[in-house]
Every structure is written in structure tokens, then in C-alpha cells.
């Protein structure tokens, strides 16, 4: 795996300092920590699909969304615990999940991006004409049971959940999977010819994924205790997920961090400036810029910068 | 001696154009082999029937007696066949030794995840085909083309394959590298590996091969000792484009 004792240094520190920043900052800025941290687990859970094998999914809402779905269905209308109901619900994604978009793994680029967001329109349209007395139909569900109560526990709750689900990804993509999924993502025909299933491959890269993101859904929705479809399919929800991932960097567990933080905290700061849709010019912008000039995101430019200083050291 | 590789009456056809025309051939373990023909005679083809990226219209291959029918890529090179390709296909933002790990990989996700990469092996076999302990670290992408075939023959014989089918592996090298691999290719040879070589640089093919198949239009017009096949009017018409 190659660790490193600056990997565990980094990691720690990155530990107390989510553990300190309670002390640290409002009451509504924790606030809007809590939905960075959500916004990671999603863009992980992007990253571990399409940043790794360059399977580019529009359409997680739609793992997101199943995930989110059972487990306040089943909380709400049949009353079961809810620590019952989010294991259920992470099962049924990844079930639901490879039964619908497994087919689609077998085509390639544009294509495969269209079938996953026409996935996530169709279950928009679903969850609103197939038994609404269940999912709430357009209006969504409200009073679902929530996990914590005030911003502290709130934030104290998501750091742990996107904390351990950074790391687990971070020591799984460590593994020689991590560099067989990045290898498919790079030629897919030489892994094939490497005498590795890539059907496998992107079954397992496809499960895990479904997995973050049923999990990060059944939390989110017990954290917001309400749903509503189409704040969930939306479009700029995806994109949102994805410019997170390439503004910090994909391939990377760090990346999908520093993205989401960063995305989430520039929308909110200019909230007051700009407090519509015109928002999303600036973020579109400035991934644009990232994109022509460094591909790889904030991470690469943090780590070519620490290089270049540790070069300037040595002369 | 056992047959490393048998084809029988193999077809492949697109449209109406007829790549392999009823190609039958064998080659023994242990044994070199080289596969000439001019442009377009379906040398690659027959290359992409045997590992399964081309499915053949017609016909067998087998590998070590067993009948690789419609098995994937995938499984034929777990049962001993692997190939390199005209234009090599490194992944090219991985370092070279990963690269390799690739190759060295089981196909077992639990595997992949429990047991850390074996560096030793890795380290040998870049070592083996000729890589410098400098380049292990380096992208694939900052390789020259000589050491890209190199690293392509090392992800190769990393699968475990024993039977190598090597496509063009001179094209685009420099005298010395060409040198370079050539030993190498003694090497695999000494060592024991079953070797089916694909060039246009005959006078580099020539020592490599214990014979030779000179293939046109997917169909066999001369096999045996280099020299014969060479000479050969029907080889040297094809090649020159003269009718025979």
C-alpha cells in the first residue's frame, strides 16, 4: 500500500480538525459544513465510479435517490428502526442500482452518460406516478425521523460519516484495485488484454459506488427529515457533484474533499451577491479556468506547489 | 513435444472481404515462430482471432489442446496466451512499475484488495526486459518507444502467459534498440516461452524464429526454414506486387 507516516499525520490532523471546528466557527457555518460533508460523501461516490474508470455517470441522483427513498419509506410508512432501515436501503442501491445500470456499463463515453441521467429523469417521473401514497409523489415526504438535532451534533455526525468513508476509500484505492480501476479509466482494452475481467472490474467499481451513495442518501435524508424529488433529480444537483470532483481532482479521495468544501462554501459566500441561479456561472467558471489550466484540479496545483517549494529548498 | 498452439481452418470474414482464408498451422512448445506477409495479408487478424478480441467466422484454435472457442480475452490469457500490440497501449499516466502490476494481477477482486503488490517481482521483471531501476517511478507517458515495447513485453510476460504473440516489435526502434529487443526475444526464447512473431524487418526476424509462415490475403503461400520462404516466388511476388 505504501504508507507513509505523513499519511496517518495528515489524516489525524485532518480528524482534530474537524473535531475542533465546533469551537471554532458559527453555529451557521457548521451548518453549512454539514452539507459539504454530504456533498463529499456524493462526489466520492462519483469519483469511485467515473473519476477511476471514466465511466462518466449524470445521473447519481438516481443511487442517491434510491437510498434516500427506501430508507425514509420505510421509516415513515412502516415504521421500521431507522438503524434497520439504512442498512436496507444501502442494499436495495446497490441491488436496484447494478439491476438497472449494469446494462448501460456495456456502452461507452456520451452514451453511457445519457443513460444514467435519462435513468435519473425516469425515476423523477417514478416516484411521482408509482404509488405516491408511498413516496409522496411531486410533493415529497415530510417528517421523516432525523438522527441528530442541533448544528454541532449535526456536524459532528456527518464529519464521522464522511470521515470514515474518506478514509475506507482512501485504503481501498491503495490496494491494487485502486490501480486496476484507474488502469480501465486510462485503456480499457489494455486492462482486457492484461488478463483482467473489466467487467468485473467495473462491476465492483459500480457496487461500491452504489454503496457510498445509498449510504450518503439514507443519512442526508435522515438529516434533513424531508424529501423532495425534484431538488434531488436535478440537474445542477449532478453538476454540482461532478464540478466538485474535478475542481478538486479526480481519481483522488482528496480531491472530491478540498472540491466539495470549496464549492460549497463559494455558492454560500456568494449567496448574498448573487442569490439566484447566476451563481452557477461563476462555479462554471472557474472550473472551466481549473480545467484549461490545470485538469487536475485543486489537488495538483496544491501538490506541484508543495514540489516546487521543496525544489527551491534543495538549491 | 506438445502443441503449444493449434489453428484449424480458420475463417474470418467481414462483409465480403475474406481476412483468414482456411489458415491451418500449429506451433510446438518452445518453439519461435514468424508470421510475415505484406500490408493488409490479415497478420493481425489472426492474432485478434487467438486472443479473442475478434471472434473467427469459422474454425478452431487451441491452446495446449483445449479449444479456446468463445472464451474472452480475458480467460485466454489465464490459460497461456498474450500478446503485444503494433502500437503499444502503456497506461500512460502509470508509473512504469505499476504498469507492470497490472500485468502481475490476479483476477480476483478480494485478491486485488487483501494482498499488497509484490515490488520485488515488479522491480525483476522491469529489470528482465531491459528497463533502468530510474525508470520505475517515471510515468509511462515520459518513455521513449523503445522502452514502451519493453514495458508492453513486461505487462505481457507478467500474465503468466507462456505463449507470446509479439506484433511488429521492431517498428518505430532505433538500430540499438532493435539490438535490445532481439536479445531479449533470445531470452524468452532460451527460457522456453512459445513464440509467434509478426515483423516487417525480416533480417531482424531471421534469427529469432526456428521458421516461418509468409501469409497472403489471410492465406498461407509458403511455410518453412526462413531462407526457403524468403526465396520463395510467390513470398517475393506478394511482397513486390507481382503477379505469379
Do not use: C
Not at chain 2, 485466454?76 to 502490476?101: A, D, H, K, M, W
Amino acid at each position: 500500500m505504501g504508507l507513509r507516516w505523513y499519511h496517518f499525520t495528515a489524516w489525524g490532523l485532518f480528524a482534530i480538525g474537524l473535531a475542533l471546528l465546533p469551537e471554532i466557527v458559527s453555529k451557521g457555518t457548521l451548518r453549512t459544513f454539514i452539507f459539504a460533508n454530504y456533498l463529499v460523501i456524493f462526489a466520492i461516490s462519483w469519483d469511485l465510479l467515473s473519476g477511476r474508470t471514466g465511466y462518466i455517470s449524470f445521473g447519481h441522483p438516481f443511487l442517491i435517490g434510491i437510498g434516500a427513498y427506501t430508507s425514509a419509506i420505510l421509516t415513515k410508512r412502516f415504521g421500521i428502526d431507522v438503524e434497520l432501515a439504512i442498512p436496507i436501503a444501502v442494499i436495495v442501491t446497490m441491488i436496484g442500482g447494478l439491476i438497472v445500470l449494469l446494462p448501460a456499463l456495456r456502452i461507452r463515453g456520451s452514451y453511457f452518460a445519457l443513460v444514467t441521467l435519462a435513468f435519473m429523469e425516469l425515476m423523477y417521473q417514478l416516484v411521482q406516478v408509482i404509488r405516491p401514497d408511498l413516496t409522496g409523489g411531486t410533493r415529497g415526504m415530510s417528517g421523516i425521523q432525523t438522527l441528530t438535532r442541533g448544528a454541532v451534533n449535526g456536524f459532528y455526525f456527518s464529519s464521522f460519516l464522511m470521515f470514515v468513508i474518506a478514509i475506507s476509500s482512501w485504503f481501498l484505492l491503495r490496494t491494487r484495485i485502486g490501480t486496476a480501476l484507474t488502469a480501465i479509466g486510462l485503456n480499457e482494452s489494455a486492462v482486457e488484454g492484461s488478463g483482467l475481467s473489466v467487467t468485473k472490474l467495473k462491476m465492483f467499481a459500480f457496487m461500491a459506488s452504489a454503496f457510498v451513495a445509498g449510504l450518503g442518501g439514507a443519512f442526508y435524508v435522515h438529516y434533513l427529515g424531508s424529501l423532495a424529488p425534484r431538488a434531488l433529480f436535478d440537474i445542477n444537483f449532478v453538476f454540482t457533484i461532478i464540478v466538485a470532483v474535478l475542481i478538486g481532482g479526480a481519481s483522488t479521495i482528496i480531491g472530491p474533499i478540498i472540491g466539495a468544501l470549496f464549492l460549497t462554501f463559494l455558492l454560500e459566500y456568494l449567496r448574498p451577491y448573487l442569490p439566484g441561479a447566476e451563481r452557477y456561472f461563476i462555479y462554471g467558471g472557474i472550473a472551466l479556468l481549473l480545467y484549461m489550466y490545470q485538469p487536475k484540479g485543486i489537488y495538483a496545483l496544491i501538490t506541484s506547489g508543495w514540489q516546487m517549494l521543496q525544489e527551491k529548498s534543495v538549491k | 513435444m506438445t502443441l503449444a498452439l493449434e489453428i484449424k481452418n480458420l475463417v474470418k470474414t467481414f462483409g465480403g472481404l475474406t481476412a483468414t482464408d482456411n489458415l491451418n498451422f500449429d506451433i510446438k512448445e518452445g518453439r519461435s515462430v514468424g508470421l510475415i506477409g505484406p500490408n493488409g495479408a490479415g497478420k493481425t487478424t489472426v492474432f485478434s482471432q487467438i486472443m479473442g478480441e475478434l471472434q473467427q467466422t469459422s474454425g478452431q484454435i487451441s491452446l495446449f489442446g483445449t479449444d479456446l472457442g468463445t472464451l474472452p480475452t480475458s480467460k485466454r490469457i489465464r490459460l497461456g496466451v498474450s500478446r503485444t500490440y503494433q502500437i503499444p497501449r502503456p497506461f500512460l499516466e502509470l508509473s512504469v512499475v505499476e504498469n507492470i502490476r497490472v500485468g502481475l494481477m490476479p483476477n480476483s477482486i478480494w485478491s486485488m484488495i487483501i494482498k499488497g503488490p509484490d515490488h520485488t517481482k515488479e522491480e525483476k521483471l522491469a529489470l528482465e526486459v531491459g528497463l533502468a531501476e530510474t525508470d520505475f517511478e517515471k510515468p509511462a507517458s515520459e518513455l521513449s518507444m523503445g522502452d514502451l515495447r519493453k514495458l508492453e513485453l513486461a505487462r505481457t510476460i507478467a500474465t503468466g502467459a507462456k505463449v507470446l504473440l509479439l506484433d511488429e516489435v521492431f517498428a518505430g526502434l532505433t538500430t540499438g534498440e532493435i539490438a535490445q529487443i532481439s536479445s531479449l526475444i533470445q531470452d524468452l526464447r532460451a527460457k522456453g516461452f512459445t513464440l509467434l512473431i509478426v515483423s516487417h524487418d525480416l533480417p531482424a526476424l531471421e534469427p529469432l524464429i526456428d521458421h516461418v509462415i509468409a501469409i497472403e490475403r489471410g492465406r498461407i503461400i509458403a511455410t518453412g526454414n526462413f531462407k526457403d520462404v524468403v526465396n520463395d516466388e510467390s513470398v517475393r511476388a506478394s511482397y513486390l506486387g507481382q503477379a505469379t
